[in-house]
């Protein structure tokens, strides 16, 4: 059984990029979209810790919908990477856009990361992909 939390608590302002934690079984997988970068970084910290929290085996961070990411949230990413590999689990990607995937290449993070072509089928919500 999936459930999601949302993270995204604007204080009243509009948010560039959002993000929320959907559960299946010990799997997270952070839902993000829009554009991420140091102006609003604090809902993947939030999903990211979440997911740590409650102890996680696997956190899938799906990017179908997420457009922009600048060296912040690269930072994050590679802290949560660390971070999960201390409690002995897993942070993957999936579904890069062009410009994301991009990022990551120049930077040499790709290699860091198990990446998928998309959301893996397991982890996909009925009637989305």
Do not use: Y
């Not at 997270?28 to 997911?51: F, K, T, Y």
């Not at 990022?103 to 989305?128: K, N, Q, S, W, Y």
Request: glycine share 6%.
């Amino acid at each position: 059984m999936a459930a999601e939390v949302d993270v995204n608590a604007a204080g009243g302002r509009d948010r560039r990029f959002s993000a929320a934690v959907r559960w299946i079984g010990r799997t997270a997988v952070v839902v993000v979209a829009g554009e991420l970068d140091r102006d609003d970084p604090d809902p993947l910290n939030e999903a990211m810790e979440q997911a740590l929290a409650r102890g996680a085996e696997r956190i899938v961070v799906d990017c179908d919908r997420l457009t922009f990411c600048d060296s912040t949230g690269l930072n994050i990413l590679l802290k949560t990477r660390l971070d999960a590999r201390e409690i002995g689990a897993k942070l993957e990607l999936a579904a890069l856009r062009p410009a994301v995937a991009r990022m990551l290449d120049i930077t040499g993070a790709m290699a860091l990361f198990p990446v998928h072509a998309r959301l893996p089928d397991e982890l996909a919500v009925p009637g989305r992909q």
